[in-house]
Nanobody
Framework: QVEVVESGGGLVQAGGSLRLSCAASGRTSSTPVVGWFRQAPGKEREFVAGIKWSGDTTYYLDSVKGRFTCSRDNATNTLFLQMNSLKPEDTAVYYC?????????????WGQGTQVTVSS
């Protein structure tokens, strides 16, 4: 039985930090890269960060480089997104996903997402 638990979202003031977690049991990633997407109201879902299950190669949206860090724990099949220096424009629903790239980033989403709201 597949179970995905997403946590860590919430309301934070600009400049603050949040750490998102996505724990998946009973499932195996379909791609060598896993990561995070987000969708703000009225906008398309966009790739935010990714990491290879094997090794430490990471990928980031330009606007979050230096502020966000994507990591994973293979033993527990858990994905993390440490978000520092948050800005109001980071407000969105964040989704963990299996990640692939074919001219653009694509995601196979694990769960329902977690809301992140950054107040100014």
């Amino acid at each position: 039985q597949v179970e995905v638990v997403e946590s860590g979202g919430g309301l934070v003031q600009a400049g603050g930090s949040l750490r998102l977690s996505c724990a998946a049991s009973g499932r195996t990633s379909s791609t060598p890269v896993v990561g995070w997407f987000r969708q703000a109201p009225g906008k398309e879902r966009e790739f935010v960060a990714g990491i290879k299950w094997s090794g430490d190669t990471t990928y980031y949206l330009d606007s979050v480089k230096g502020r966000f860090t994507c990591s994973r724990d293979n033993a527990t099949n858990t994905l993390f997104l440490q978000m520092n220096s948050l800005k109001p424009e980071d407000t969105a629903v964040y989704y963990c996903a299996d990640v692939s790239f074919d001219r653009r980033w694509k995601g196979n989403y694990w769960g329902q997402g977690t809301q992140v709201t950054v107040s100014s």
